[in-house]
């Protein structure tokens, strides 16, 4: 019977080597690039005196939110990471979080606008999404290690390709969802298809679209364990070091700081709701 396997596995790494001989100078050159700017987004954050950049993260989730609590929450957490000595590996990965986040957001919400209105173009999308989804992450590593060696790429690309399936379900669902009364209504009132969609699809599709991006964020803080593997900085770094030693009171400190970020994350860029309940 082996006789007749089909040779998926050889052909994909044979096309992974092909790719490795003679786009090594590309590959080598969007590593630099993209670790640079990780790099630098990251020196930017430790630039801050710590005690300030909480106050400002203090002041940003109460501009975002106007929940005193959430802002408590939010002072109370950093403090307790700064003084557990995290504080440079949580702002790795937030570096990180935000950059992949903004990435998948880029590529998510066009692609699901453009699913919702292509038919077609969604169900040849959604089996592709399904095998992102589905694919075990460690398996993502294997090319990108190949091709953009060790380092915070590898697990970066991965995470975008693991993370990038839920904004674009999501606002597909959101346009897609959109009552056809209020687009007839949009129609009858002159409305462009531009216009259709700033003023009526993406306000109505809104708390969908920021599910998304919630549900990104909580992906991409997932993969800091995966990525922490290929040589990312991080949170991770203690984690998979605890994990070698069984250093229980490490790997617990390292995992709580990971959840602080976590929770204040979704906390903060959940869409903040009226006292009637609807989105604001």
């Not at 399904?130 to 398996?139: A, G, I, K, R």
Request: charged share 10%; net charge negative; proline share 5%.
């Amino acid at each position: 019977m082996n006789n007749y396997k089909l040779p998926l596995g050889e052909v994909t790494a044979d096309f992974v080597d092909w790719l490795t001989l003679h786009g090594a100078d590309y590959f080598d050159a969007f590593a630099d690039t993209l670790e640079m700017t990780i790099h630098g987004v990251t020196n930017g954050l430790l630039w801050f005196n710590p005690l300030a950049l909480i106050s400002l993260f203090g002041v940003l989730a109460h501009f975002i939110q106007r929940k005193w609590g959430l802002t408590v929450f939010v002072v109370l957490s950093f403090l307790l990471i700064l003084n557990l000595g995290y504080w440079q590996e949580t702002m790795e990965t937030l570096a990180q979080v935000l950059f992949a986040t903004l990435v998948c957001v880029m590529i998510g919400v066009p692609l699901g606008i453009y699913a919702a209105h292509k038919p077609t173009f969604f169900t040849f999308l959604q089996p592709v999404l399904d095998l992102m989804q589905t694919v075990p992450t460690f398996v993502y590593l294997i090319p990108t290690l190949t091709l953009f060696g060790l380092g915070v790429v590898p697990g970066l690309i991965s995470t975008v390709v693991f993370a990038v399936a839920a904004p674009i379900r999501l606002t597909y669902l959101g346009i897609h969802d959109v009552p056809a009364e209020l687009m007839d209504a949009g129609k009858a009132f002159g409305c462009s298809r531009r216009q259709l969609l700033t003023r009526i699809e993406l306000p109505y599709a809104m708390p969908s679209i920021s599910a998304g991006i919630t549900q990104c964020i909580m992906l991409s803080l997932s993969m800091v364990v995966v990525a922490a593997l290929v040589g990312a900085d991080g949170l991770g770094k203690p984690v998979v070091r605890a994990l070698n030693t069984a250093d229980i009171a490490v790997g617990f400190e390292a995992g709580l700081a990971i959840v602080l970020l976590a929770i204040i994350l979704d906390r903060v860029c959940k869409q903040r709701t009226t006292r009637g309940g609807a989105a604001a």
